[in-house]
Nanobody
Framework: EVQLVESGGGLVQPGGSLRLSCAASGFTFSRFTMSWVRQAPGKGLEWVSIINSYDGSTSYADSVKGRFTISRDDAKNTLYLQMNSLKPDDTAVYYC??????????????WGQGTQVTVSS
């Protein structure tokens, strides 16, 4: 059974930092390109970042570029998102997402339960 369990969210002041983790199980994590997506209150899902399983290359939404860093530890089956210089607009529930095939990217079939990030003074 595929499981994705996010953690690390919380309440942080503007300009602060958080590190999110996503523990994966039930599939060969190292073979899958993984993403972080988020959903702000009252808004739709927004793609945040992606990390390639083959060469570790990364890509970011313009809204987080230069502030967020995605990484992975295949030995620990864990995906990370380091978030720095946080802004109130980053307030959202953050999800890690797995594509349906190990050659896919954005065609997600599994999501975690999400972790809440609130940026407020």
């Amino acid at each position: 059974e595929v499981q994705l369990v996010e953690s690390g969210g919380g309440l942080v002041q503007p300009g602060g930092s958080l590190r999110l983790s996503c523990a994966a199980s039930g599939f060969t994590f190292s073979r899958f390109t993984m993403s972080w997506v988020r959903q702000a209150p009252g808004k739709g899902l927004e793609w945040v970042s992606i990390i390639n399983s083959y060469d570790g290359s990364t890509s970011y939404a313009d809204s987080v570029k230069g502030r967020f860093t995605i990484s992975r530890d295949d030995a620990k089956n864990t995906l990370y998102l380091q978030m720095n210089s946080l802004k109130p607009d980053d307030t959202a529930v953050y999800y890690c997402a797995k594509p349906s095939t190990d050659t896919g990217t954005f065609q997600y079939d599994y999501w975690g339960q999400g972790t809440q990030v609130t940026v407020s003074s």
